[in-house]
């Protein structure tokens, strides 16, 4: 399973940003599919999760500001970021869930204020 993310960048407090992630050597329309982010100093966490089926959960600091999606034709999970906030500054990744594959490199994310 290849996981290639991209789209990161440095951006301003407030600002917006997409990531995009595509996948290869999984089924990726029966899968559900996950953003992960690493800060420095800190554990990888599950951002944002995408069943299936289109169903959508979110980590509590991102609701409202991150929405998760698919698209089953390209293998590709995004990650649309708004309003994004300093905390945001990490590298972020996406894997399976349920069943993770081996970490790609992900993608940074650096927030300036």
């Known amino acids: 399973v290849q996981l290639q993310a991209s789209g990161g960048g440095l951006v301003q407090v407030g600002g917006s940003l997409r990531l995009s992630c595509v996948v290869s050597g999984r089924n990726f329309g029966d899968n559900a599919w996950a953003w992960y982010r690493r800060a420095p100093g800190n554990q990888r966490e599950l951002v944002a999760l995408?069943?299936?089926?289109?169903?959508?959960t979110y980590e509590d600091s991102v609701k409202g500001r991150f929405a998760i999606s698919r698209d089953n034709a390209r293998n590709t999970v995004y990650l649309q970021m708004s309003n994004l906030r300093v905390y945001d500054t990490a590298v972020y990744y996406c894997?399976?869930?349920?069943?993770?594959?081996?970490w790609g490199q992900g993608t940074q994310l650096t927030v300036s204020s």
């Open positions: 894997n399976d869930p349920t069943e993770n594959a081996a």
């Open positions: 995408i069943t299936n089926i289109g169903s959508t």
